[in-house]
């Protein structure tokens, strides 16, 4: 039988959640720090730890099936792959940004400006889409004191917080994208079974995050008020408590919406509300 492989980042920012991700997904494998590749034991499946700018290309060429990466990664390696699912970490934003003391009004004001960059290519587009002639540098760390150094005018770089930023003495002028880790798959792969069956599991461990279970007691009289207060749910399993005149209403709610109406269903009379992480959720 066939033995996929994912690539992901050896170490930094996105390795640990990728492992976590993959580890829920109930595959086993060796986290190893030195080795290029681990293999899973309860599935046909081997990890590619490598550079996160590689895994683009490595997944494009085939010599990965599938990997986790930052969009802006693949992006700028303008590589054609297949977006296959959101993962919801690595969430960042790029951004243009300027010396404080910089008097730039509107994105014009670039023009015939120097902005130093290690993402070249996705500057370039940005650019040229809004008309603007500027003069790239590209460097390929510590972007953020070019211009304290006068090696450009402005920066395109990943802002997450703006504490470097600040740090710098420079501010946020304008946004050009937004990142989050994806994964992505050779143009084709989708339509592979074993691919399919990651791509689920991977699918029902997002699910989960964002759901919980909870459950809640409820005297009986106010049973329909307190059903209606659950958002999402067509029919909570109803329990009789062996106090008479209440019930234990069970259910599984996204977490989002709860929290906001816990004061309400406290007045509608819910008591002994519990909240539970849930692990997976197969549809
Ligand atoms: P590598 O050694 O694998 O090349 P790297 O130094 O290029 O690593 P990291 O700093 O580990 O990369 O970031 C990896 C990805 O994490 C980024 O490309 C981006 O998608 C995402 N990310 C999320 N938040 C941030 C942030 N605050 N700063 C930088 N990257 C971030
Ligand atoms: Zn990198």
Not at 105 to 130: C, H, M, R, V, W
């Amino acid at each position: 039988m066939k033995t996929l492989k994912i690539a992901i980042q050896k170490s930094g920012r996105l390795n640990e959640k990728s492992v976590e991700l993959l580890k829920n997904c109930g595959l086993n494998f060796e986290n190893y720090k030195s080795s290029l590749i681990s293999p899973v034991s309860n599935f046909p499946l081997e990890i590619l730890f490598l550079r996160d700018d590689d895994i683009p290309e490595y997944v494009q060429d085939g010599i990965a099936d599938l990997g986790i990466v930052g969009e802006n990664v693949i992006q700028e390696t303008g590589v054609d792959v297949s977006y296959l699912q959101r993962l919801g970490f690595g969430k960042c934003s790029l951004k243009i940004a300027v010396p404080n003391t910089a008097n730039y009004q509107s994105l014009s004001d670039l023009n015939g400006e120097s902005i130093a960059t290690s993402y070249p290519n996705i500057l370039e587009k940005f650019l040229g889409e809004n008309n603007i002639k500027a003069d790239i540098r590209t460097i390929s760390g510590s972007v953020e004191i070019s211009p304290g150094l006068g090696l450009a005018n402005a920066i395109f770089d990943i802002v997450s917080t703006g504490g470097t930023l600040k740090s710098n003495g420079l501010k946020p002028f304008a946004d050009v994208m937004s990142s989050e880790a994806v994964l992505i798959g050779r143009k084709g792969s989708e339509n592979e079974d074993l691919v399919k069956e990651l791509i689920q599991r991977i699918q029902s461990v997002l699910r989960a995050k964002e759901t919980k279970y909870v459950v809640l007691n409820a005297p009986k009289d106010n049973l329909q008020t307190i059903i209606d207060l659950l958002p999402g749910v067509k029919s909570p399993s109803v329990v009789p408590l062996a106090e008479e005149g209440w019930v234990a209403i069970h259910t599984v709610i996204p977490e989002r919406d709860f929290w906001e109406r816990i004061s309400k269903l406290k007045e509608a009379g819910a008591q002994g509300i519990v909240v539970m992480p849930i692990e997976k959720i197969i549809l």
